[in-house]
C-alpha cells in the first residue's frame, strides 16, 4: 500500500489491527465486531458452537510454499470445517496472530483476504482477534457456529448398523504435501488442493438434517479420525476400499513418486472432508459417498477401524507430536 510502512515492526500494533479490520466486513450475526474489549455475536437458539485451531509455521504452513491468501484460506478452512461437523452452520472466527516486526504488511493483509474470502461462501465473519510480537509466526483462529434449533452432531452417537459416508475430497492434500516435500510444484490441482481445501461446509448441516448419528472432520486422515468416532461411539468401523475414487491424477502422480494412492485417501488429512454415520435406511443426496458400515465391537486386534475387514497397517493419518 501507498505510504505504507513496509514491516509490521514499523506499522505498529495498532494501525495495524485497523489496516486489518478495514478489510474484513461484518455479517448479519455479528453484533459489534473489531474495535471493543470483545465481539458480540448472535445466538438465535441459545447455543454456540466453538472450535479453535492454532497454525505455526514451519509446522503447519510454509511460506516458500504457500501464499499468505492461501494460508489465510486454509486457516478459516480448517476451524470453519469443525463447525460444519457438528450440524452448524458457522458465524464468526476470531483472529490472533503472532509476528516477527520483520514480517511484511503487505503478507498480513493478504493473510486477512484469505480470511475473510473463505469465510465468505457461508455467511461468516471475521469479528476480531489481536495481534503480538514473537520471534515465530503463529496464527490462532477461533470459529463460532448457529446449530439453528438442531441438536449438535457429536462423534459419539454412532449404532451398530449405520452406514458410513464421506462428503468432499479425500487424500488431495496430502498427495499435493507430497508433491512439495519432494521439491516439486505439480500436478497444479493436488498442489493447490494442499494449499487451500474446499471443505463441503453446507454438508454438516445437511448431514444433521439428515439424522446422521455421528460426524467428524476429516483433519487428521480417515482411518485416524473415524477412530475418534469408533472410540465415542464404542464401536468398530469398517470401511471398503473398492468404493473410493482415486483420480487417474492420483495414480500418475504416485507411480512418479513410488506412493500408494490409497495411503493418501485413507491417511491423508487437510482435506477436511466430513465422515458421517447415517441410519441404514437413509436416502443420502448427491454429494455423500458411502465408504463402509459400522458394526459390533469385537476381536479386531484392539483396532477400532477396519479396511476390507481386516487391521489397517498403512499410515493412518497425522500424529502432532509424532
Known amino acids: 500500500m501507498a505510504g505504507e510502512p513496509g514491516t509490521v515492526g514499523e506499522l505498529g500494533e495498532f494501525d495495524l489491527i485497523r489496516a486489518i479490520t478495514a478489510r474484513l466486513p461484518s455479517g448479519p450475526d455479528v453484533v459489534i465486531g473489531a474495535g471493543d474489549d470483545a465481539a458480540v455475536v448472535r445466538a438465535n437458539d441459545g447455543a454456540v458452537v466453538a472450535s479453535t485451531d492454532l497454525l505455526v509455521e514451519g509446522r503447519h504452513f510454509r511460506r516458500d510454499w504457500s501464499e499468505a491468501y492461501d494460508v489465510g484460506r486454509k486457516a478459516a478452512a480448517q476451524s470453519l470445517a469443525d463447525i460444519a461437523a457438528m450440524g452448524a452452520v458457522p458465524t464468526a472466527l476470531l483472529v490472533g496472530l503472532a509476528a516477527p516486526p520483520a514480517l511484511p504488511v503487505a503478507w498480513v493483509l493478504s493473510l486477512a483476504d484469505g480470511l475473510r474470502d473463505e469465510c465468505q461462501p457461508v455467511g461468516a465473519s471475521v469479528a476480531g482477534g489481536d495481534v503480538v510480537r514473537s520471534d515465530s509466526l503463529c496464527i490462532a483462529v477461533t470459529a463460532f457456529g448457529s446449530l439453528e434449533g438442531r441438536a449438535p452432531v457429536t462423534r459419539a452417537g454412532a449404532q451398530v448398523g449405520d452406514v458410513v459416508a464421506v462428503a468432499g475430497r479425500l487424500g488431495w492434500a496430502a498427495a499435493g504435501y507430497a508433491i512439495l516435500s519432494r521439491g516439486f510444484r505439480s500436478p497444479r490441482v493436488l498442489v493447490e488442493a494442499h494449499r487451500r481445501p474446499s471443505p463441503p461446509y453446507a454438508k454438516g448441516p445437511q448431514a444433521a438434517t439428515l439424522g446422521a448419528t455421528a460426524m467428524i472432520d476429516v483433519s487428521d486422515g480417515l482411518v485416524q479420525d473415524l477412530g475418534h468416532v469408533a472410540e465415542a461411539s464404542g464401536v468398530l468401523i469398517d470401511l471398503a476400499s473398492g468404493v473410493f475414487d482415486v483420480p487417474e ?30 441410519p441404514p435406511e437413509t436416502e443420502l443426496p448427491d454429494g455423500w459417498l458411502v465408504v463402509g458400515r459400522v458394526r459390533e465391537q469385537g476381536t479386531a486386534g484392539g483396532a477400532a477401524v477396519l479396511v476390507d475387514g481386516e487391521p489397517y497397517d498403512g499410515p493412518a493419518g497425522w500424529q502432532t507430536f509424532s
Do not use: I, K, N
Not at 504416485?254 to 495411503?263: E, F, H, N
Open 249 to 278: 491424477v492420483f495414480q500418475d502422480t504416485a507411480r512418479a513418486l513410488s506412493a500408494d494412492p490409497m495411503t493418501w485417501v485413507l491417511g491423508g488429512g487437510e482435506d477436511h472432508a466430513l465422515a458421517a454415520c447415517f
